[in-house]
């Protein structure tokens, strides 16, 4: 692909038939505060690895797509305040003005699955936002997914979205959805967004099934979403979740915040008014899915 920089690391490891796990960038740069956002950054590629995968951090810098970053790039993407957020239709904009960004769900998931990457973890879905009978705002990584063949781990949709309407989005779009061990569909946040989800899988080797099952249909490319929820001991207070995520919201509504910097207002909003705990079941969440997605990447590569 013109202008894409693939490490020699996730290059070895596609052509050898290794696993590889994408990750995107965008939760570093923008979902997470700094400084602790790069000690994630590097310890959820530490978590991919010591799953037996190769991580493939994605992000554009200096006008180029990195498909795997590498210390310095990681450390970029988590420092440079100047760094945009890129969804899929940003990238040629920012390719051609030689610029850099970092990558969201469905940039990451876009760029991934050119690159041959089957298996993407993450925190929580962009999604259908609250309210949308009066403001249109749903994210662009549910048409991506709708047509990408790739597989992404994450704890359901970010739990600021309406999860309902969400749901009803993914099955119009034809987005395959399973629950990792739940018939719940995961809140992020929350162990349980309330919502059920039609189909459970209880191991990495049966997401794998489920995976050669759709690629030997064929068809389309679309993605299979693999909600997998953050465990009970380590989810947000429901309460406290339901009470500042109230507030948030009115005060998104208030200062009058739209587009892109929803998401990021939220997620900063919460994790203030949380004490931090929002913070720490994200990074739970992530982390489960990360080891996840390496095992199912795993688990791809021991099978036809
Ligand atoms: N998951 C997280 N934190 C994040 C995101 C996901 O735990 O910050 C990001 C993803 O990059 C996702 C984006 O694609 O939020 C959605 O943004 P928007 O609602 O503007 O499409
Ligand atoms: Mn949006």
């Avoid at 596609?14 to 740069?29: F, G, N, Y």
């Avoid at 979740?241 to 915040?257: F, P, T, Y």
């Avoid at 587009?259 to 994200?282: E, H, K, Y």
Wanted: aromatic fraction near 4%.
């Amino acid at each position: 692909m013109l202008l894409t920089e693939v490490s020699e690391e996730v290059r070895e490891a596609l052509d050898a038939r290794r696993p590889v796990v994408a990750l995107e960038s965008t939760i570093i740069a923008h979902g997470l505060p700094r400084p602790r956002n790069l000690a994630v950054a590097v310890e959820l590629e530490g978590l991919v690895r010591s799953g037996g995968a190769v991580p493939a951090t994605i992000a554009v810098l200096d006008g180029r797509v990195r498909i795997g970053l590498g210390p310095e790039g990681l450390e970029r993407v988590a420092t440079d305040e100047g760094l945009r957020k890129l969804g899929r239709r940003d990238l040629a904009p920012a390719l051609a003005a030689g610029t850099g960004g970092a990558t969201t769900v469905s940039a990451t998931a876009f760029l991934a699955a050119r690159a041959g990457i089957r298996v993407f973890a993450t925190g929580g879905l962009g999604g259908v936002h609250r309210d949308w009978a009066h403001v249109q705002d749903e994210s662009a990584d549910l048409r991506v997914l709708a047509e990408t063949a790739i597989t992404v781990v994450c704890a359901g949709v970010k739990s600021v979205l309406d999860v309902p309407a969400t749901l009803q989005r993914l099955e119009t779009l034809g987005v395959g959805v399973v629950g990792y061990g739940t018939d719940r569909f995961p809140g992020f946040y929350l162990t349980s967004s309330g919502e059920p989800v039609e189909w459970t899988v209880h191991s990495p080797g049966e997401v794998a099934g489920v995976i050669r099952a759709r690629e030997a249909l064929g068809g389309p490319p679309s993605a299979l979403v693999v909600a997998h929820p953050v465990p009970e001991s380590e989810q947000l207070d429901p309460e406290l979740h339901d009470r500042v995520l109230g507030e948030a919201l009115d005060a998104c509504r208030e200062r009058g915040i739209v587009g892109q910097a929803v998401t990021p207002f939220l997620l900063d909003f919460l994790t203030r008014r949380t004490g931090g705990a929002s913070l720490a079941a994200n990074v739970a969440a992530v982390r489960g899915n990360v080891r996840l997605a390496a095992a199912v990447a795993a688990e791809l590569r021991a099978g036809p």
